[in-house]
């Protein structure tokens, strides 16, 4: 079954740590995004990616980098993580169409004190 | 730029009364797709329903939707409101050519007893 996996769950960091929040999709599909999830804000796109080794830059990119290393595994780095960056990650994935359906993760909650 | 707008961040129904939640969008394109999902709690958001056909109606799982280009507008409705419709509500728009969504701010429908 097409689906997209996110790790870790949970992960707790302290202000100025590093984190890797990993995203794997077996959909075959070619777009890939970083979403975070805030209340009163929605979801709002970080980064996406159109195929292995290609970056663009989303609608709230500051304070995050990511990598597409392969056509399955998107990656998302915080590396001076701030807690104004604690919020709910989901990835997702997509075919690339226009009318393409989103596939999401299960979410990681990322909790930086 | 594109944009989406939900105007409710909650609604708090009693069981049985019907839905309607609203969206409106922009945009400077005249063959927009207007998507909703549906965000269950410690699920992943999933599509419920999408459309990019003027005044057609478009059906699932009990909820349903008009796009309205005249109107800009995209409202998700439903009849008689179950408790088990408690979530939160994205609506969602994006157009020929572009490969990422514009997310609405999303509404929590909170359903009572």
């Known amino acids: 079954e097409a689906a997209v996996t996110q790790s870790p769950r949970n992960k707790v960091t302290v202000t100025g740590g590093n984190v890797t929040l990993s995203c794997r999709q077996t959909n075959s599909h070619n777009y890939m995004y970083w979403y975070r999830q805030d209340t009163g804000h929605g979801l709002r796109l970080i980064h996406y990616?159109?195929?292995?080794?290609?970056?663009q830059i989303g609608d709230v990119p500051d304070g995050y980098k990511a990598t597409r290393t392969t056509q399955e595994d998107f990656f998302l780095l915080l590396e001076l993580a701030s807690p104004s960056q604690t919020s709910l990650y989901f990835c997702a994935s997509s075919e690339g169409s226009s009318n393409s359906d989103y596939t999401f993760g299960s979410g990681t909650r990322l909790l930086v004190i | 730029g594109d944009s989406v707008t939900q105007t409710e961040g909650l609604v708090t129904l009693t069981e049985g009364l019907p839905v309607m939640l609203n969206c409106t969008y922009q945009t400077i394109y005249s063959n927009p797709f207007l998507f909703w999902y549906v965000h269950y709690l410690n699920e992943s958001p999933r599509l419920l329903l999408k459309s990019s056909t003027d005044n057609k109606r478009t059906e699932h799982q009990g909820f349903h939707a008009t796009l309205h280009k005249s109107s800009s507008s995209f409202h998700l409705q439903k009849s008689s409101a179950q408790l088990s419709d408690s979530a939160l509500y994205y609506c969602a728009l994006s157009n020929t050519g572009n490969y990422k969504y514009v997310f609405g701010a999303g509404t929590r429908l909170k359903v009572i007893a």
């Open positions: 990616s159109y195929g292995a080794g290609n970056l």
